[in-house]
């Protein structure tokens, strides 16, 4: 009797996991994630913000041609011939645009461009199926699948029921939606990998074996002392080394082999 207790335990709350997991997204939240991807890539830009680094080309202008700054907690950066020139909230090419303008009091017709080389202002977070995780660089074009397969996954992982939390100023605060990655995967059909915003969060959640598998963990890491505690004597006996001496035929001395009930 008390060993069944567990399974009839865990079975209903590997259901309920199941079933609690297995929600789909509405489709008006599916569309709302879709079209703001599309309406990023197509029209944002990233706007560099502090402490981002962007690095300067401009070949005829030798002041600042190769030049990497880093944009200061005002919002500027120092350049030579120029001074200080705030970027902050400005696409790579509207910086461009700017430097070519006061550059033009000293060139004819100058030519500048403008790269980030350094992402450092926004920040989205990840989190695998243990729990564990951190936050990752906002670049403006990373998607859903790509932080997944950056992230890596396992057995443990349900990339079928990948989770994306975005920041909502409605009431609710929030809105999420689940993305089938292991689908996009399997059929290489990408339609509905989300472009990434800064402050998400994704959640890698583990399958619902994996997770009472870490709730069993959970409830048993008190007395993981004293189990290990209990059973410490009977590890250390088996491991005890077991010496059987032959008789060398060759050399006439006797050899030993060491047999450990590991292999």
């Not at 005829?60 to 907690?73: A, F």
């Not at 303008?101 to 977070?125: E, M, Q």
């Not at 920041?167 to 929030?174: A, F, I, K, Y």
Request: hydrophobic share 40%.
């Amino acid at each position: 009797m008390h060993r069944r207790a567990p399974v009839r335990f865990l079975l209903p709350a590997l259901a309920g996991v199941t079933l609690l997991c297995g929600c789909s997204a509405r489709n008006e939240d599916i569309l709302d994630f879709l079209q703001a991807h599309k309406h990023e890539v197509s029209a944002i830009e990233y706007r560099v913000g502090i402490p981002d680094g962007i690095e300067i080309s401009a070949p005829r202008i030798q002041e600042i041609d190769g030049v990497e700054q880093t944009i200061k907690p005002d919002g500027k950066v120092t350049l030579r011939l120029l001074g200080d020139v705030r970027v902050v909230g400005m696409t790579t090419k509207e910086i461009a645009r700017k430097l070519e303008v006061l550059l033009s009091r000293y060139y004819v017709d100058p030519k500048v461009s403008v790269t980030v080389s350094r992402y450092a202002s926004k920040k989205y977070y990840v989190f695998n199926e243990s729990g564990a995780g951190g936050y990752v660089p906002y670049t403006g074009r990373d998607t859903v699948l790509d932080v997944v397969a950056r992230a890596g996954t396992s057995f443990l992982s349900w990339t079928s029921h990948v989770e994306v939390t975005r920041p909502d100023p409605s009431e609710e605060g929030r809105r999420v939606i689940r993305v089938d990655v292991e689908k996009m995967i399997r059929t290489g059909d990408t339609s509905a990998n989300i472009l990434i915003e800064p402050d998400d969060i994704v959640r890698i959640p583990p399958t619902p074996v994996a997770w009472v598998g870490f709730k069993i963990r959970e409830l048993l890491w008190p007395v993981a002392p004293v189990l290990q505690a209990y059973t410490a004597p009977a590890q250390v006996a088996a491991a005890q080394d077991v010496y059987d001496e032959d008789d060398d035929d060759v050399t006439g001395r006797r050899s030993i082999t060491v047999n450990t009930p590991f292999p």
